[in-house]
Structure formats: structure tokens, C-alpha cells
């Protein structure tokens, strides 16, 4: 799964190249407000589209992950606590009546 990811990443690096060089001195207008207008090239348009897309949902994904990973590590915690709390209270063991003798 790691090298579909790593070969599906250089495939669309590769695309972006393309369409970038083909499209370097091709201008775009952009109307924010009627006095506002913003004019930029189209591989810069498209490249921070994307990251204004990408960027958010990345930071929640790796807030969420923090967040589950912090609480996994705090049951396993307790986990251990509580097998440590009850093996040491734990009464001993009665010697079984076939090993008396």
C-alpha cells in the first residue's frame, strides 16, 4: 500500500508539472468584489486551491489522531494500573489438596 501511495504521489506531482509549464503565461482574472479583481496565472490559481482545500482537513485529521492517540495511551494506562492494583491485593492461593500430603 505504501508504494500505490508513493507512485500515485509522483503521478500527480508529474501532472502538476505538466499542466504548470503548459500553462505558466496563461493570466486569470478573479473577481473577489466588484473593485476588487486579482489577476494570476492559472497554475498558482489551481495550486492554491488546493491548499486551501488540503491544508484544513490535514490539520484536522492530525488534531483528531493526536487527540484518539492520547486517549489510547491514557486507557492502556489504566489498564496497567488497575492489573498492578489487583495483583498486588490479590490474596494468595490456597495449596491445592492433591499436592498436600
Same mark, same amino acid.
Given at each position: 500500500?505504501?508504494?500505490? $501511495? ?11 508539472? +505538466? ?7 496563461? $493570466?486569470? @482574472?478573479?473577481?473577489?468584489?466588484? /473593485?476588487?479583481?486579482? /489577476?494570476?496565472?492559472?497554475? #498558482? ?16 485529521? =492530525? ?6 492517540? $492520547? =486517549? +489510547?495511551?491514557?486507557? /492502556?494506562? !489504566?489498564?496497567?494500573?488497575? !492489573?498492578?492494583? @489487583? #495483583? ?6 490456597? /495449596? @491445592? ?5
Amino acid at each position: 500500500m505504501y508504494y500505490v $501511495r508513493i507512485v500515485l504521489s509522483v503521478v500527480l506531482l508529474f501532472g502538476v508539472f +505538466v499542466f504548470s509549464w503548459a500553462n505558466w503565461d496563461q $493570466r486569470v @482574472s478573479i473577481t473577489i468584489w466588484e /473593485e476588487l479583481i486579482v /489577476e494570476t496565472n492559472a497554475p #498558482a490559481l489551481m495550486i492554491l486551491s488546493f491548499l486551501a482545500g488540503f491544508v484544513p482537513l490535514l490539520l484536522l485529521h =492530525r488534531a483528531s489522531r493526536w487527540r484518539l492517540n $492520547r =486517549r +489510547v495511551r491514557s486507557l /492502556e494506562k !489504566a489498564i496497567q494500573d488497575a !492489573a498492578a492494583t @489487583s #495483583a498486588a491485593a490479590a490474596p494468595p492461593q490456597p /495449596e @491445592s489438596a492433591g499436592e498436600a500430603r
